[in-house]
């Protein structure tokens, strides 16, 4: 979707994906500062990790405490801090058969480089249960299924939506304590349990990887909950676009939408964050429907 939308602005950039090891994580965002990169995406596992590698945070690291976009930034002469696309070292072009001196970049060159981190998954989240489900998150009762990173970002959002009710299921339940303990600091208005709700939910949300792969059984433990106690049921994974859990749901009634929103709207955030320019949503949209569903 990157590389679509950065063809559709006219812009000479590229995206790559490289596989790193977490414990060459600090070594690979130095590396990509050190070539000056414009920024980078961070996915799992690294997005907590990150949080304590990055020189400088936004306030949606703080605030969802996981870093998941990176913009590498420039000190100019006058102490101001710029993202890295408007340095440059001036360059000589052929024009006419001549050699000519580029325009100048507009921030010069760069006195000190750093890596400032921010989130974009948290805002993506909503948008997407929003726009794909129509789901009024204030007042909700809402079963949220993996208390790891993704999982621990979508609690604290959803709880800061003022949902009535919310509740953590995941396999280490330990996990799930630490993150009700978190909520229930930052938001203490927000009823929070450990464990399968006993009443009908408004809402399921997936962020385990349960589903990825053919075969995975469902996240949810229909002997404690039956998904026909539940009126919508939003899964994180898009590929494959409909996982054991969203065929269930849809065969109980449920509204049912997979993660290709929370896909889009996370990078286009990261697009406008690198860039500078507004992210053009339907081709980012039409890039990734062909790339992951061929059509």
């Not at 000056?36 to 996915?43: E, P, R, S, V």
Request: hydrophobic share 45%.
């Amino acid at each position: 979707m990157h590389n679509t939308a950065f063809a559709a602005l006219g812009l000479n950039w590229r995206y790559l994906a490289f596989e790193v090891h977490p414990d060459n994580l600090r070594a690979a965002i130095a590396g990509a500062k050190a070539m000056q990169f414009a920024g980078l995406n961070l996915t799992v596992p690294h997005k907590l990790l990150a949080f304590g590698m990055v020189d400088a945070l936004d306030e949606s690291a703080k605030t969802w405490g996981a870093v998941n976009t990176i913009r590498f930034e420039g000190r100019n002469a006058g102490g101001a801090w710029l993202p890295l696309r408007q340095f440059g070292v001036p360059s000589r072009r052929l024009r006419d058969g001549q050699t000519q001196l580029a325009k100048p970049p507009e921030g010069g060159t760069p006195n000190e480089i750093r890596a400032h981190g921010f989130n974009t998954d948290a805002e993506a989240i909503v948008t997407a249960l929003r726009e794909d489900l129509k789901v009024e998150l204030h007042g909700a009762k809402v079963l949220l299924l993996g208390a790891g990173g993704a999982g621990r970002t979508a609690a604290l959002r959803l709880a800061s939506e003022n949902v009535a009710e919310l509740f953590l299921v995941n396999r280490t339940q330990s996990k799930a304590d630490a993150v009700a303990g978190e909520i229930k600091k930052q938001f203490p208005f927000v009823s929070v349990t450990v464990g399968y709700p006993k009443t009908e939910v408004d809402l399921i949300v997936n962020a385990t990887s349960l589903g990825l792969k053919p075969g995975d059984a469902s996240p949810l433990d229909e002997k404690q909950f039956s998904l026909r106690q539940a009126r919508a049921v939003y899964d994180m994974i898009y590929n494959p676009p409909e996982t054991a859990l969203l065929k269930a749901a849809k065969a109980a009634g449920c509204k049912t939408a997979n993660g290709l929103g929370m896909l889009l709207h996370q990078g286009a955030r990261a697009f406008e964050i690198w860039t500078g320019k507004p992210a053009p949503l339907d081709v980012m949209r039409r890039a990734l429907e062909q790339s992951i569903y061929g059509h």
